[in-house]
């Protein structure tokens, strides 16, 4: 809770900050919806949108069709005036994507580095992330940087962190480590976290505020999203959802720990069940979709057992946050043909009976490379909260 008073820049800051994110989140939008929306007068959002124009964030679209009398002009984002950087730290690549303001794709760049090989070095990531924004940066106006990592991270001291020799486990600090090359905010989140803000500005969660997005493919993560806002935790690190523990002293987790959900259910877990259930090996999504169709029945039970394991753990969440829908996101969304109606069904017996007719299940049609755009959307999100601390004339 604030306990500190607003004085009137901060009301002036906190009024413009609102009106550009409603315009972001319900434009093409009025200046009579915008005063209606947000219960300011009409002469403070004409004076504040004003100041958004000049800014040049927002722009005069067109006059809205109907209606009676005087047809309202409609305001949107100016979706090329600033930009911003997200990278994906993946397990063997990394792939940098600039955005606009709107959230499209202006470039992508990958390039590969194994994280989890032995002869990677932090030195070697540090000098690929300093090159390539550097030289994205000569090209766009980019004002901030978000960063997404598959392990557990923490946000607050934007430092990756991980137990030390566990392959794939990175303890960088990425603000020394790029603030030589740059001179703008830079933001880390953990890739379940970002890949859930991809849907719930572009994807499956656009019309929800209460969302767990489940992440699942070579490992287990969960974005919980409480009205509209990512739940961080004390120290950014919410939503470890592949570490809950399951069962004590089975497989060892990549975190050190034993019996970590993660163990059961990331996808490389499932193919081996099923490869083992086939008697020859399955190495991909798509090969497993086809011993699917095939209707072997061996490799059924094992996708079975593994929905029931899936719905337990998902519907637990949804016991606990009593969400408006769950997203399932990653490699398992390929295989929601298959999954949607056994999990469904298996979500029934789990699911507090007062919360079943409540939520929505959904799978996510996101592209592979959301995750760097939704590490973008770290920035964005800082950007509309703050624009005065980006945007010069809106300072003092
Ligand atoms: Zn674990």
């Not at 497993?288 to 079975?304: D, M, N, P, Q, R």
């Not at 939520?359 to 959301?370: C, E």
Request: aromatic share 6%; net charge negative.
């Amino acid at each position: 809770m604030r306990h500190h008073g607003m004085n009137s820049q901060d009301n002036r800051d906190h009024n413009r900050a609102a009106l550009l994110s409603l315009v972001r989140s319900h434009g093409p939008i009025s200046r009579s919806e915008l005063a209606r929306r947000s219960g300011l007068s009409k002469p403070v959002v004409t004076e504040i949108v004003d100041s958004l124009i000049n800014a040049n964030l927002i722009y005069e679209s067109y006059k809205a069709k109907s209606g009676v009398g005087r047809r309202p002009v409609m305001l949107e984002i100016n979706q090329d005036s600033l930009h911003m950087l997200g990278i994906d730290l993946a397990r063997t690549h990394v792939e940098f994507m600039v955005t606009d303001l709107t959230g499209n794709s202006l470039k992508t760049v990958r390039r590969p580095l194994n994280t989890e090989s032995d002869e990677f070095s932090t030195l070697e990531l540090t000098r690929l992330l300093a090159a390539t924004t550097k030289k994205l940066m000569a090209e766009y106006d980019i004002i901030g940087i978000g960063i997404a990592h598959p392990r557990p991270l923490s946000s607050r001291k934007r430092i990756v962190v991980g137990s030390e020799g566990q392959p794939g486990w990175i303890a960088l600090d990425v603000q020394p480590a790029l603030s030589q090359e740059t001179n703008v905010p830079i933001f880390v989140g953990n890739d379940a976290d970002v890949a859930g803000l991809y849907e719930k500005w572009f994807g499956a969660a656009r019309d929800l505020h209460d969302f767990i997005y489940v992440m699942v493919g070579e490992g287990v993560g969960a974005g919980i999203f409480c009205a509209g806002a990512l739940l961080l935790g004390s120290r950014g690190m919410a939503g470890e959802f592949g570490h809950i523990k399951i069962k004590s002293g089975e497989r060892e987790c990549l975190c050190g720990g034993r019996g970590c959900l993660e163990t059961e259910l990331a996808l490389p877990v499932l193919l081996e069940k099923a490869s083992e259930a086939l008697g020859r090996p399955l190495e991909s999504v798509e090969q497993l979709s086809a011993a699917l169709e095939e209707g072997s029945g061996l490799v059924k039970e094992v996708f079975h057992g593994y929905a029931r394991t899936m719905a337990i753990h998902v519907g637990n969440l949804i016991n606990i946050f009593d969400p408006a829908g769950v997203i399932m996101g990653g490699e398992i969304a390929h295989l929601g043909k298959y999954l949607e109606e056994r999990l469904h069904q298996e979500l029934g017996e789990v699911v507090h009976p007062l919360l079943r007719d409540g939520f929505t299940l959904r799978f996510s049609a996101a592209a592979d490379n959301m995750v760097a755009k939704g590490a973008s959307i770290l920035v964005q999100e800082h950007f509309f909260a703050y624009p005065h601390k980006y945007i010069a004339e809106f300072r003092g």
